[in-house]
């Protein structure tokens, strides 16, 4: 994923999945170094990540 795109998700008013290593997380911020402090959504847990790592889950084709 990219600065810019990660932004766009912590903006919008829509609840987006993304995903580190399969897990589902929050981001939290976007960091200057493509990195994005993020919390994860089933253990609160909290890191900073790289960017490249984070996945958006698609939503299926026939989803309204």
Request: hydrophobic fraction near 40%.
């Given at each position: 994923m990219?600065?810019?795109r990660?932004?766009?998700?912590?903006?919008?008013?829509?609840?987006?999945?993304?995903?580190?290593?399969?897990?589902?997380?929050?981001?939290?911020?976007?960091?200057?170094?493509?990195?994005?402090?993020?919390?994860?959504?089933?253990?609160?847990?909290?890191?900073?990540?790289?960017?490249?790592?984070?996945?958006?889950?698609?939503?299926?084709?026939?989803?309204?």
């Open positions: 990219d600065a810019a990660a932004q766009q998700i912590i903006e919008s008013d829509q609840v987006i999945e993304v995903l580190h290593e399969g897990s589902p997380v929050w981001i939290e911020k976007v960091m200057d170094n493509n990195m994005a402090h993020v919390s994860y959504i089933h253990t609160k847990e909290e890191k900073d990540v790289p960017l490249y790592m984070l996945v958006e889950k698609e939503l299926p084709k026939n989803f309204h």
